[in-house]
């Protein structure tokens, strides 16, 4: 198993740091995890920081076998007490686990968690009724304000726009205005003909795109591949886009060679973190 960029105290050192500073920084937690920060508070989008998958296909069909080991115990990161949001895109486990956003939330009392309305009983039956007090639901089209940010919910297509009896979207991305920064994490997604125009009404700062793509006999749902995710980014006019949902499970990755080369042929800014390692802007 690869180590991560930084880990346990080395990762929470250089995130300590920044936070003292009242710095800007997103560091990438591993598959579509990442932390933001700015003056002092914290953004965490779609954190998965246990083994619970690996325990639950052990002996499958489909076993969970980490490529890479985990950055922090989210207990810990959660016991830094700055984390005033936390968003989990639609229900799999890899975007809502409970060994994850329980601490998080634990020790986090004022963090509130950004979710699709379509999910909310699911997530309450997943992470109980003290964590289900603190959802903010969105759909496709709708905003919310928490505390300095503003969250806004767009459509995502895994492998489709997958709505519920109420017409409302089960996967999301979500685009967020923050301390002068504009954030697009898209959730799990591929293609569809809503998504570049409901993204260029914003002017994204920075995307986070999946890229470990869609291919059937994985047996899971899919996701853009990298040359998608540098078009997209390309097509939205995004500043920065940094790429994930890659190099946590061997039966679900693709390395960022593909995504790179396209980024290059686009001339679009990118930047390629491992897990665990920040960018400061």
């Known amino acids: 198993m690869k180590p991560p ?32 920060t700015q003056n002092g508070r914290a953004l965490v989008f779609d954190p998965y920081l246990s083994d619970s998958l690996t325990r639950k296909y052990a002996g499958t069909a489909k076993p969970h076998v980490r490529l890479t080991e985990r950055v922090v115990d989210p207990a810990v990161l959660g016991a830094l007490g700055v984390i005033d949001a ?3 895109s639609h229900q799999h486990t890899d975007h809502l686990d409970a ?10 009392p004022s963090a509130r968690l950004i979710l699709p309305g379509a999910i909310r009983e699911f997530a309450a039956e997943r992470l109980g009724p003290e964590a289900a007090a603190r959802f903010v639901e969105l759909d496709d089209g709708q905003s919310a304000q928490v505390g300095e940010m503003k969250f806004h919910g767009l459509a995502a297509a895994h492998n489709t726009v997958e709505r519920d009896a109420l017409g409302r979207c089960r996967f999301l991305g979500f685009v967020v205005e923050w301390g002068g920064m504009t954030f697009y994490h898209s959730g799990d997604t591929m293609l569809h003909d809503g998504l570049v125009p409901s993204l260029r009404r914003f002017k994204i700062d920075l995307a986070f795109l999946p890229i470990n793509g869609d291919k059937p006999e994985r047996g899971v749902a899919g996701n853009l591949n990298g040359v998608e995710a540098a078009r997209l980014a390309h097509d939205i006019v995004a500043r920065l886009v940094i790429p994930c949902h890659y190099d946590l499970f061997e039966f679900n990755t693709a390395p960022p060679d593909e995504f790179m080369a396209e980024c290059g042929k686009l001339r679009q800014p990118s930047r390629v973190l491992r897990q665990g390692e920040g960018l400061f802007f």
């Open 5 to 36: 960029f930084a880990k346990d105290e080395a990762f929470l050192a250089e995130v300590r740091r920044v936070l003292d500073a009242r710095g800007a920084g997103v560091w990438w937690l591993g598959q579509s995890g990442f932390l933001v």
């Open 86 to 88: 936390i968003t989990s």
């Open 99 to 108: 060994e994850t956003l329980r601490p998080l939330l634990s020790a986090n």
